[in-house]
Nanobody, 116 residues
Framework: VQLQASGGGLVQAGGSLRLSCVAS????????MSWYRQAPGNSRELVAG???????NYADSVKGRFTMSRDNAKNTAYLQMNSLKPEDTAVYYC???????????WGQGTQVTISS
């Protein structure tokens, strides 16, 4: 499974960005798709995760501001980020796990920078 994340950029605080993650390769059996982020000096943290049945969980820090969605037919996950804050600055990664598997596949990351 190969993952291509895109949509990062530089925006001012209060702005919005939409990230996309497209899975290709042996991607027809994807179950969980997740977004993580890692800020400089910090460990990677879960932002949002969604099962194939569209049960989605969010980190407390992004609830009410971020919305994750996915298009299973296109093996694509999205992360709509609104009301962005400087503390949202990080490299954002997508991760997927296939059905009946414990192997995680990671995308290359996309930089999100929020200026104050």
């Amino acid at each position: 499974v190969q993952l291509q994340a895109s949509g990062g950029g530089l925006v001012q605080a209060g702005g919005s960005l939409r990230l996309s993650c497209v899975a290709s390769g042996s991607s027809n059996s994807i179950n969980v798709m997740s977004w993580y982020r890692q800020a400089p000096g910090n460990s990677r943290e879960l932002v949002a995760g969604s099962t194939r049945g569209n049960i989605t969980n969010y980190a407390d820090s992004v609830k009410g501001r971020f919305t994750m969605s996915r298009d299973n037919a296109k093996n694509t996950a999205y992360l709509q980020m609104n009301s962005l804050k400087p503390e949202d600055t990080a490299v954002y990664y997508c991760k997927v796990r296939q059905l009946f598997s414990i192997v995680d596949y990671w995308g290359q990351g996309t930089q999100v920078t929020i200026s104050s």
